[in-house]
Antibody
Framework: EVQLVESGGGLVQPGGSLRLSCAASGFTFTIYWMNWVRQAPGKGLEWVANMNQDGSKKQYVDSVKGRFTMSRDNAKNSLYLQMNSLRAEDTAVYYC????????????WGQGTLVTVSS | QSVLTQPPSVSAAPGQKVTISCSGSSSNIGNNYVSWYKQLPGTAPKLVIYENNKRPSGIPDRFSGSKSGASATLGITGLQTGDEADYYCGTWDSSLSAGVFGGGTKLTVL
């Protein structure tokens, strides 16, 4: 069974940092592109970043470029999102998701972890 | 403001059919596959349509997808109360080099 389990969310002050993790199991992690998607409270989905199988290609939404860094450890079947210089507008549930089909279709999602940026 | 445009809400009676539209441009829908996601309150989104019109395993054939030019449509027939959810379209935008979603459509089964 495919499982994606996020962790690392919490309350952080504006300007602070947080590192999210996503533990993958039940599939061959090394052959999939992976993504982070977020959802602000009461709002819609926003794609944040994705990364190819070996981590050599990364793409980010403009609003997080220069502040967020996505990485992966294929030996640990894990995905990460290092978030620096956090702003109130980064407050959201952050999901990791697996790219399964064309058009960056996301076939499996984790349960999400809540990040709250507030003083 | 989302890159893809969806109606905020749609509604229909049980057993009826509903369609949800998703409008984009040549840099996204016009030249990339479209996916649709169903999200129940407090839960993660679930893929219901991929590559414009294909259904993942376990998704009933009451769900269908289509694409024409820079627009896509999700159709749901034989509506059930369990279909009440928020639905999002998504694709890749080749100009932005980023994933994009619609703003979401709340489906109410009256």
């Amino acid at each position: 069974e495919v499982q994606l389990v996020e962790s690392g969310g919490g309350l952080v002050q504006p300007g602070g940092s947080l590192r999210l993790s996503c533990a993958a199991s039940g599939f061959t992690f090394t052959i999939y592109w992976m993504n982070w998607v977020r959802q602000a409270p009461g709002k819609g989905l926003e794609w944040v970043a994705n990364m190819n199988q070996d981590g050599s290609k990364k793409q980010y939404v403009d609003s997080v470029k220069g502040r967020f860094t996505m990485s992966r450890d294929n030996a640990k079947n894990s995905l990460y999102l290092q978030m620096n210089s956090l702003r109130a507008e980064d407050t959201a549930v952050y999901y990791c998701a697996r790219t399964d089909y064309g058009g960056n279709s996301l076939g499996y999602w984790g349960q999400g972890t809540l990040v709250t940026v507030s003083s | 403001q989302s890159v893809l445009t969806q109606p905020p809400s749609v509604s229909a009676a049980p057993g009826q059919k509903v369609t949800i539209s998703c409008s984009g441009s040549s840099s996204n829908i016009g030249n990339n596959y479209v996916s649709w996601y169903k999200q129940l309150p407090g839960t993660a989104p679930k893929l219901v349509i991929y590559e414009n019109n294909k259904r993942p395993s376990g998704i009933p054939d009451r769900f269908s997808g289509s694409k024409s030019g820079a627009s896509a449509t999700l159709g749901i027939t034989g509506l059930q109360t369990g279909d009440e959810a928020d639905y999002y379209c998504g694709t890749w935008d080749s100009s932005l080099s980023a994933g994009v979603f619609g703003g979401g459509t709340k489906l109410t089964v009256l």
